[in-house]
Structure formats: structure tokens, C-alpha cells
């Protein structure tokens, strides 16, 4: 079913970031969440995962809210983060163990996921590691493996590329495919475009909190006159509409 967002309003004061947002990240599908600085991705984002409550509208996870069934949404859900959040006193074999716990996993099923993960991003010699070991691209790879171990059945991932190695993105983008092959949905808030338009379907573009413009890279050249536009000049007459 995915994500339904249905009239988000919210912020956090009184005074609203997002206003009447409207969108679906569907299943096998995925989304770029695209706009300048401020325009309200981080806390389109953070509503999304349960960090803020929406002043007004309706947040849907697989016909769930938050409110109403919060274990089932949560395990139906994994977040990748712009900056690494990793415990400094466990090491990379417990932050798996931990995600495993938390999610309910099957443990040897989860780990044979983990184990090609780790492969994949070269970090199976780095089990028995503590944070301050790695670099902030490692980090951000442990959150990676940790996430994706789970097959959730929603992926928020947060400027995903901050920090990784253009070896460490091609094997992201081979990820994120697979998963959508499997299912799920994929909501990618990302500053590189170019990257953006090859990996997702559908995109959103915030400008001040608001929508401004929904759908897949024709469905947005055709929005702005632009029938052969790349996602860069779309994004760029987007913030020259908005700055006249």
C-alpha cells in the first residue's frame, strides 16, 4: 500500500514549515523529495517517522497511522539519517544485533542479509569496530546496512550521498533497486539531481513549505514548459518562479 500523506500541515511552533502537503510514495516505487534549503524536506521527514505531530492532516503507512498502531509502524519502517546516529560504546556487530531486536527479525535470516551488505560496502573485516574507528563514509555505510537489513516496507532516506565514495553510491543506487524490485517504497531527499533522476520514478518538489509540483520527469517538463529539461533546469525554474 506505502506512504499516504494527506493534508500535512506542521512545523515546530504554531507557526507552520509545511502546509497542505498531499503525495503517496507507493509501493515498488521510488520518490525523490527535492527542494532548496528550508523548504521543509527535514521536517516532511520528521513527521514521517513519528519526530513531530502534524498540527493538521493524516500520515498512512500500509493503511496504518502512528497513533493507532505505533509498533506496527514503526517495524514497517526504516530511516536512513543526513548525519549518522550510531551508539559510540557498540560495535558494528551490535548495531546490527540491536536493529535485529528492535525490528523482530529472524537472526540468521537477518544476518545472511547483513553479511551481504556488509560485503557490499566492505565492511565485513569492521565487525568488532566502534564508531570512533570509522570515517563519517563508514558511518554513514553501518546506518546503510542497518537499515536495509530490515526490508521495511518504507525507506526515508535522507541525502543519502553526504559523504559516501562514488563506489559506495553506485552500490546505494543497486540497493535501493533492489529493494524497490521486492516492493517496497523508497522517499529519497537528496541535493544531487542528477543522481535523483536516474534513480527515481517520481519526484516532489518543495519550495517554502508548499508543493509546487508532483510526478515523473515528463509529467514535470511538461508542467514547466521545459519538454527537454533535465531535473536541474526543472529544480532551477522552479526557484526562479518562486523568487519572482
Not at 71 to 96: F, W
Not at 176 to 197: C, D, F, P, Y
Request: glycine content about 6%; charged content about 20%; overall charge negative.
Amino acid at each position: 500500500m506505502g506512504l499516504e500523506i494527506t493534508n500535512l500541515t506542521g512545523g515546530y511552533s504554531r507557526v507552520p514549515v509545511i502546509k497542505d502537503l498531499n503525495f503517496t510514495v507507493p509501493e515498488a516505487t521510488i520518490v525523490g523529495l527535492i527542494g532548496l534549503n528550508g523548504a521543509g524536506k527535514s521536517t516532511t521527514i520528521k513527521h514521517i517517522i513519528g519526530l513531530l505531530t502534524p498540527q493538521k492532516g493524516e500520515i498512512r503507512l500500509n493503511g496504518l497511522s502512528l497513533a493507532e498502531k505505533p509498533e506496527a509502524y514503526r517495524q514497517a519502517l526504516a530511516y536512513v539519517p543526513e548525519t549518522p546516529i550510531l551508539y559510540q560504546e557498540l560495535t558494528l556487530r551490535e548495531h546490527i544485533d540491536l536493529t535485529i531486536m528492535a525490528y523482530d527479525l529472524n537472526h540468521d535470516e537477518a544476518w545472511q542479509r547483513a553479511n551481504q551488505l556488509l560485503d557490499k560496502f566492505r565492511l565485513s573485516k569492521r565487525l568488532d569496530w566502534f564508531p570512533a574507528n570509522f570515517s563519517k563514509g563508514m558511518q554513514q555505510k553501518v546506518m546503510i546496512v542497518c537499515a536495509f537489513i530490515t526490508q521495511a516496507s518504507l525507506y526515508i532516506i535522507d541525502e543519502p550521498f553526504t559523504g559516501l565514495d562514488p563506489l559506495a553510491v553506485r552500490d546505494l543506487l543497486q540497493v535501493i533497486a533492489a529493494e524497490k524490485v521486492r516492493g517496497a517504497a523508497v522517499l529519497m531527499s537528496t541535493h544531487v539531481l542528477a543522481t535523483a533522476q536516474q534513480a527515481a520514478d517520481q519526484f516532489i518538489l518543495l519550495n517554502q513549505g508548499k508543493i509546487t509540483g508532483q510526478g515523473s520527469l515528463v509529467e514535470l517538463q511538461t508542467q514547466y514548459n521545459l519538454p527537454t529539461g533535465n531535473l536541474d533546469d526543472i529544480y532551477f525554474k522552479m526557484t526562479d518562479v518562486a523568487n519572482s
